[in-house]
Each structure stands twice: as C-alpha cells, then as structure tokens.
C-alpha cells in the first residue's frame, strides 16, 4: 500500500507536516537490501516493478527505532505497531532508512487515486 502518514522528526521541514510512502515491511518482517541494490523482505527479494530499471535501494546502517537484522548486515527487524517505509526515489528519499519505522498511529490514510503525470491518472 501507498500510505499518507505524519512526518517524523527526522524528516520534518518547514512547510512538510505529512509523507506519502510505500509500506515496505509490517511488524515482525526484517528488511534488508542486496548487493544488487535490491530490498529484501524476509529473505526475499521484493517485486518493485512500479521503480525505474537500475533503481538502487541501498542500507548503510540500522535505522533508528529498529533492531538490527539477525545476520548482522544493515537493515531493519520492524517493531510491533510499526512500518517499514520507502519512497519511489530511492537515491534521494528520506524514508525509513533515515528516520526509522512509522507509528501506526502517525497514518493518515492510505493514497487511491493517482493523479500525476495525468497521462497515468487513475485508481491505484
């Protein structure tokens, strides 16, 4: 899912008081990445067809709130009450690999309709 849910600290700016992120990892899962710049979900490599072909997702350490994947590499075992949080720009979004997982009580909502490019306006 796309949510909408209320910035984190880490990632507030003046003029930015909500983000819209793909939920990546639920409560339990550990999230991690692969040589290849992919994001793993439990040992599984995630299915990103909406990314551009290339798209890095790389972690360079245990995000805040997190604890550390049980092999040791950087990464995320999502808490209870958590999400794991990951915007389409991968190379320049702050998401859960800077701020940490979302509350669940921070959601907004959840994002269903597209509207831009308007060529690819529609429901998600």
Not at 13 to 26: A, H, N, P, Q, S
Not at 55 to 84: A, I, K, N, W, Y
Not at 111 to 123: A, C, E, K, M, T
Request: charged content about 25%; some cysteine; aromatic content about 6%.
């Amino acid at each position: 899912d796309i949510i909408v849910f209320e910035a984190p600290a880490l990632a507030r700016t003046e003029g930015i008081e909500d983000l819209v992120k793909r939920t990546v990892g639920l409560p339990g899962d550990t999230v991690t990445g692969d040589d290849s710049g992919g994001v793993l979900v439990n040992g599984r490599r995630l299915n990103e067809p909406y990314l551009p072909q290339g798209t890095q997702s790389r972690f360079s350490s245990v995000p805040p709130g997190c604890d550390p994947p049980p092999d040791g590499v950087p990464g995320c075992v999502v808490p209870e009450g958590h999400l794991f949080m990951m915007g389409d720009n991968r190379e320049a979004s702050k998401d859960s690999r800077v701020f940490g997982p979302v509350d669940e009580n921070a959601i907004v909502g959840r994002v269903f309709v597209r509207i831009w490019p308007l060529s690819n306006l529609g429901l998600l």
